[in-house]
């Protein structure tokens, strides 16, 4: 199994896999907070492409917010487990309510986030989207679903890790899919680091400077 020794490193394990898209002026990254800016902006400094986020949110379950029964995303499109819902007899308002409370999160992170900085047309590009890994695919299903409404000319999901089942479930979605050589799945970069650490907003505005029109790119550039 492949071991990254932070985000970092798996970011640029995951550039070389991506070299085919260096330096051209159609390509944006979009790293999915918060691990996968981190990811991200090493892959788009490596490429020398701009970079911006897209966010979505997990719509966990009410007795366990860490299981995932669906994620929406900043556009307000929604993915839900349906079976899961099902099987654990979820009432539809709990799901609501539960979406609502992210929908109000993304608005909140996108202020942090973007500020007065506006998004990155995305018409007509090719557009890489990077996360830290993927457990159930709902998160990133979402942000596909999403994203596809922006008339990009490429969807191309790349991840450090090799998600099987969400490989499949999204390759619908996609043009290409990236990930590094023989990791496994596991969830995210995070759980084959050898050390792992949460992300906390000011690290990652901090680490990410502001371009010179809109969106937001890595400091430092080739």
């Known amino acids: 199994m492949i071991r990254f020794s932070n985000r970092r490193d798996a970011g640029q394990q995951l550039a070389a896999k991506l070299t ?7 390509v944006i990254v979009l790293g999915i907070p ?19 986020i897209f966010i979505t949110r997990k719509i966990g379950a009410p007795f366990n917010h860490e299981l ?16 899961l819902i099902h099987e654990l007899r979820v009432p539809r308002r709990l799901i609501e ?8 999160e993304i608005r909140r992170r996108l202020e942090l986030f973007r500020k007065d900085r506006p998004a990155l047309a ?10 830290d890994g993927i457990a159930t695919g709902s ?3 979402a942000a596909l679903r999403a994203l596809r409404h ?14 099987f089942r969400a490989k499949n479930s999204a390759s619908s979605l996609l043009f290409q899919a990236k990930c590094t050589p023989s990791a496994r799945t596991v969830g995210s970069a995070s759980a084959v680091a050898a050390r792992r650490a949460a992300i906390s907003f000011d690290r990652l505005c901090n680490g990410l400077s502001p371009r010179t029109s809109s969106g937001i790119t890595s400091r430092q550039r080739t």
């Open 150 to 163: 922006s008339r990009p000319a490429r969807l191309v999901l790349a991840v450090p890790v090799k998600p």
């Open 20 to 26: 085919a898209y260096k330096d051209k002026p159609d």
């Open 122 to 131: 995305l018409e007509n590009k090719t557009v890489i989207v990077v996360d």
């Open 68 to 83: 995932a029964l669906g994620a929406v995303a900043s556009d307000g499109t929604v993915v839900l487990d349906e079976p």
């Open 97 to 104: 309510r539960e979406t609502e409370i992210q929908k109000r």
């Open 139 to 141: 998160t990133i299903i």
């Open 34 to 52: 918060r691990g996968g800016v981190v990811v991200a902006a090493q892959v788009a400094r490596a490429l020398n492409v701009p970079l911006d």
